[in-house]
């Protein structure tokens, strides 16, 4: 399948800015099932710092705004191949070892709640138990916009019974590493009903003996198909922030994001 994103985030200062820097994780890569065909990324008023890789392979921009600023814009669009490999990614292929994903954060932090949740959780194998762990979470936690932000932990999710597929892949990371399967978190893009959205998605990873990296989607309860489009991966959202950084001037800002992801060729998409 190709689709064709465009992703705008827009940034408005209170009171101008006098210097700020971003770190861009928006150019998904060739791996898991995905090509990227064409993409482009600019940030208006802004000058590149820095490209690289990071430690989990995701490529990064570097860049920043001098001078006064009242907004900043970044744009990013392009076009991507995917295919549905039922959500294997495959063989670890980053600078870090395996067992770092079994570590603990500061969102993921594993706590009585996930332990009740991870003792209810059978099955025959690795692959049947996260399959069980995903239906539990997307049965435990409603997806409800505005419930919870980008601090809201793991364990303050499963207390609430709310949240966003951030919080859905959160929990899912924790309750896996409380069963010693490394996890990871997957920002990235999702083919909806609704062609305009307003904001990223989503989801989590396990390492499954014999698989590699799998992908679980418990906000919807399905492994990622040709829909999905992988941006960054880490041990938590802090990781794999599509846009992180930081600024100095006076505090007050409004964030717009303007997001839409489309079939090329044909006007349909499935949530």
Not at 11 to 39: C, H, I, K, T
Not at 107 to 134: C, F, K, P, W, Y
Not at 208 to 231: K, M, S
Not at 232 to 250: E, Q
Request: glycine share 8%; proline share 4%.
């Amino acid at each position: 399948m190709r689709l064709k994103i465009s992703h705008i985030t827009e940034y408005r200062y209170d009171e101008p800015a006098v210097f700020s820097l971003q770190r861009l994780r928006l150019r998904p890569l060739n791996r898991g099932g995905q090509s990227v065909l064409d993409w482009k990324l600019t940030v208006e008023g802004a000058h590149p710092e820095v490209e690289y890789d990071d430690q989990f392979g995701n490529h990064v921009n570097l860049v920043s705004l001098d001078g006064a600023q009242s907004t900043t814009r970044i744009v990013a669009t392009g076009e991507v191949e995917t295919e549905n490999r039922d959500g294997v990614v495959g063989a670890h292929a980053t600078f870090c070892p395996l067992w770092l994903f079994l570590r603990d954060t500061p969102l993921t932090e594993i706590g009585t709640r996930t332990q009740q949740l991870v003792s209810g959780i059978a099955g025959d194998n690795e692959l049947a138990r996260m399959h069980g762990l995903m239906e539990a979470i997307h049965a435990a936690v409603e997806y409800k916009p505005g419930s919870s932000d980008i601090e809201t932990t793991a364990e303050e999710a499963l207390e609430a019974k709310s949240g966003v597929c951030q919080d859905h892949a959160h929990i899912f990371i924790a309750a896996a590493r409380a069963m010693r399967i490394p996890a990871r978190y997957v920002s990235g893009y999702l083919l909806m009903e609704t062609v305009e959205q307003t904001a990223t998605h989503a989801w989590a990873e396990a390492y499954v003996n014999g698989l590699g990296w799998v992908g679980f989607d418990p906000a919807n309860c399905v492994c990622p198909d040709e829909r999905y489009v992988r941006i960054a991966t880490g041990l938590s959202y802090r990781d794999a922030a599509p846009v992180s950084g930081m600024r100095i001037g006076r505090p007050g800002e409004q964030l717009t994001v303007s997001l839409s992801v489309e079939r090329q060729g044909q006007v349909q998409s499935q949530s």
